[in-house]
């Protein structure tokens, strides 16, 4: 996934330009580019590397720059052709006077290369999009017209794709398309601007249109012009985006990463605010139209999701079907998607993504939709392409997440699976009252408790300094805590680049447990009280007996424990059912520092992306 910038008009192109791909770094960050038009002429700079490569690079030729009158820019995040100069957008046609920049993968790149090549075509990298650059440039070449050419072009286009162009002869013009990748237009005054998403061009403008699935935008600083791939003009609406630009601050955290984990006690009172206002009352989740009558008719559940979100997902599969008795199905997204689904008018089907542009998740979701399933999406952006699809929407309100790795947008996730599954209950009457106050009332105490552990993370510290030089790393956990020990095993892979692998503590036994020597360390999560607890002991001792080095993640307070574990991590007592929501807050944490011990870039680990746009 990359992101795109595009502008027009009269402040500092390049400023702008670098001031929207800073707002999209979480897109991708292995290489950038700009192209200017100035002077009549277009200038392109490329950098490898993270953005601030780019900033120096242009700081060094700002002699050369003379007044831009508009520009297109680049963030990448490599999909065909590695990290490398030739391979960073912006790409160029054989002549150099039409540049392009994209997001997506152009599938059937490999046969248009080879026309393009018998054609004359001199082709630089090993990129998918350069063919872009060629065959507009082949088109532009036959209609002298950049928007004709760019419509003729994408028609031969199979894939996704957000793409701008600019011609030399075609002076402050850009033209975008898009299909399966997200873009929207920046509507000003004497200015506007063409992006991937809103953080881009929020400072400048709230007034956006959101581009469809095959629309072209044809885009000077005086007009904007939206058409489809037929050239037949369509009325956008002009939407108001409903917040205030945030300076994306650190807050005097050495990483966004550490910043959002203490944010979390916050983002729960958030997520909870205006749903659960009275453990008496029933829960009001307002954009949520499921009714007896819809809920009557559903025999099951689908949820969809991926990375951290799927974690969240078997949480609220657990919850769900504990608290209301609907069967309910988890898959990734990826897999969905080419499987025949049982999906039909009689499902319910939640996806799950903190960005709401995950392609994979996406695509699901419209498979569901063209089977008339009743689709509720669980997001942090109501903003997003996802939310848009949905019958029914759970907004998080966790605030932007920049750090790669998810932490507050899992935890409001979990939140919402709470949530979610007692106004299910309730609708359904299928528990006690007494139960579900019990569980709200549980919910309130959350932040506080998560709060104690924030306080004092010295123990969490020692264990990350204390393990960090191991290369493998295996976490367990049974029932609902299964989630938890597959998403602290996730946070770890992630940030540290450890091999690690969460299992579910019965099957260590099948298989996994002839990994176990004293180079192996096993973290465990066992909650007293729950129906679980001695079976993961046992099979603590399993692990132990074959010198696997131990951690306990627990609220027993059992001194006896310090004799098993090598590190005994202790939490505050919450019951088991409630247990995910605190259990993966130290996991977080001993993830965090055991990259931050080892040096790595925390915020923007090598090879990921905030989420990802392309399938
Ligand atoms: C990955 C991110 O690209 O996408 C993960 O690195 C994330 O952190 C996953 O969990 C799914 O993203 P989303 O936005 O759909 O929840």
């Known amino acids: 996934m990359c992101g795109i910038i595009g502008y027009a008009g009269y402040r500092d192109v390049v400023s702008v330009i670098l001031n929207g791909l ?13 192209a200017i038009r100035d002077d009549n002429q277009i200038k392109i700079y490329k950098t490898l590397g993270k953005l601030i490569n780019l900033k120096n690079e242009l700081e060094a030729n700002r002699a050369d720059i003379k007044n831009p009158t508009s520009g297109i820019g680049h963030i990448r995040w490599a999909t065909h052709g590695s990290p490398s100069i ?64 760019v419509r003729n072009s994408v028609k ?33 005054d004497g200015e506007n601007f063409i992006a991937s998403d809103t953080p881009a061009i929020i400072e400048y403008t709230k007034k956006t249109i959101y581009l469809e699935d095959n629309e072209i935008a044809v885009v000077t600083k005086d007009k904007v012009k939206i058409t489809d791939v037929d050239g037949n003009e369509v009325n956008k609406k002009v939407e108001i985006l409903p917040w205030e630009p945030v300076a994306l601050s650190k807050l ?45 008719k559903l025999n099951k559940i689908q949820i969809i999701a991926c990375g951290t979100s799927l974690h969240a997902a078997l949480v609220g599969k657990y919850l769900i079907e504990d608290f209301s008795g609907i069967s309910v199905e988890v898959e990734a997204s990826s897999e969905y998607i080419y499987r025949k689904s049982t999906t039909d008018s009689s499902t319910l089907v939640i996806g799950v993504s903190q ?25 942090n952006r109501p903003d997003s392409n996802m939310a848009r699809l949905a019958d029914s929407l759970i907004p998080l309100n966790a605030g932007i997440e920049v750090s790669v790795a998810a932490t507050k947008s899992y935890t409001a996730q979990l939140i919402s699976f709470y949530l979610l599954a007692i106004y299910l209950a309730e609708i359904k009457n299928s528990l006690e009252q007494s139960y579900l106050q019990n569980i709200k009332h549980e919910l309130v105490q959350l932040p506080a408790k998560i709060e104690s552990v924030l306080a004092d993370t010295s123990v969490i510290q020692a264990c990350a300094r204390k393990f960090s030089s191991f ?8 029932g609902i805590n299964l989630a938890t020990a597959l998403e602290g095993a996730l946070k770890l892979k992630e940030i540290s680049y450890i091999n690690a692998t969460g299992y579910a503590a019965g099957e260590l036994k099948h298989g ?62 919450v019951p088991e059912i409630l247990s995910p929501a605190i259990t993966c807050v130290p996991l977080q944490l001993l993830a965090y520092y055991i990259a931050e011990f080892l040096g790595k870039d925390v ?10 746009t392309v399938e």
Do not use: W
């Open 86 to 149: 030739v391979n960073a957008h912006p790409h160029t046609c054989t002549c150099g006077s039409l540049v392009v920049v994209h997001n997506g993968i152009i599938e059937n790149y490999k046969q248009l290369r080879e026309v393009l090549i018998n054609k004359g075509c001199k082709f630089k990298s090993q990129t998918d999009t350069e063919v872009i650059a060629h065959l507009v440039a082949d088109e532009y070449g036959q209609t002298k017209d950049l928007e004709k050419a």
């Open 512 to 573: 996994p447990i002839a990994m176990l020597d004293e180079t192996m360390p096993v973290l465990s999560i066992m909650i007293p009280g729950g129906i679980t607890y001695e079976k993961v002991l046992s099979n603590c001792e399993e692990a132990k007996a074959r010198n696997a080095k131990l951690i306990a993640l627990t609220s027993s307070t059992d001194e006896k424990l310090d004799n098993i574990f090598d590190v005994v991590l202790r939490i505050p007592h």
């Open 355 to 379: 960005s709401g542009e995950t392609a994979d998740t996406i695509t699901a979701i419209k498979q569901a939709k063209e089977k008339n399933a009743h689709v509720l999406i669980i997001t």
């Open 22 to 34: 800073t707002k999209l770094e979480y897109r991708g960050y292995d290489s950038a580019g700009i």
């Open 603 to 612: 915020d923007q680990p090598r090879n990921l992306a905030k989420s990802v």
């Open 471 to 478: 290369k493998n790393f295996i976490y367990i956990a049974r």
């Open 252 to 296: 005097g955290y050495k990483h966004f990463m550490l910043k959002e984990i203490h944010e979390q006690p916050d983002v729960i009172r958030n997520v909870l605010n205006g749903k659960l206002y009275d453990i008496e009352q029933p829960i009001i989740l307002g954009e949520v139209k499921l009714n007896n009558d819809i809920l009557k």
């Open 156 to 188: 031969k286009l199979q894939g996704a794709y957000a793409v701008c162009v600019m011609h030399k002869k075609a002076p402050d013009l850009i033209v975008g398309a898009r299909k399966h990748a997200p873009m929207l237009i920046g509507v000003g």
